[in-house]
């Protein structure tokens, strides 16, 4: 019964979490937002739509997490540059994480 409880209040958790996480791929190629690819100079503009359109969803901005993943051969520039995009969108919760 434990278990069952626990995984429940997992599941809910989890379900909580997709609604305000945001998933970004960064790789040398290209970066992915959630599921639409985006060109790296389109970066700020398209994280700012996705953004807004949490907001608007009724997600506070403060809740929001953006879950930041990043392949091995990205280069620090490119990363930075998008650290630099996010800081101007008052972005304050990052997860990284490998690709």
Not at 4 to 21: E, M, P, R, W
Not at 28 to 39: F, G, M
Request: hydrophobic share 45%; aromatic share 6%.
């Amino acid at each position: 019964m434990k278990y069952l409880a626990f995984s429940l209040i997992t599941l809910a958790l989890l379900g909580c979490a997709d609604k305000t996480q945001i998933t970004i791929q960064v790789s040398p190629e290209i970066i992915v937002i959630d599921t639409e690819p985006v060109q790296k100079h389109d970066f700020e503009k398209a994280l700012r739509f996705v953004i807004g359109q949490k907001i608007e969803a009724g997600i506070p901005r403060e809740n929001l997490i953006i879950h930041l993943k990043v392949d091995g051969a990205t280069k620090r520039g490119e990363l930075a540059d998008i650290e630099v995009s996010m800081r101007r969108l008052n972005v304050k919760k990052i997860v990284y994480s490998p690709m």
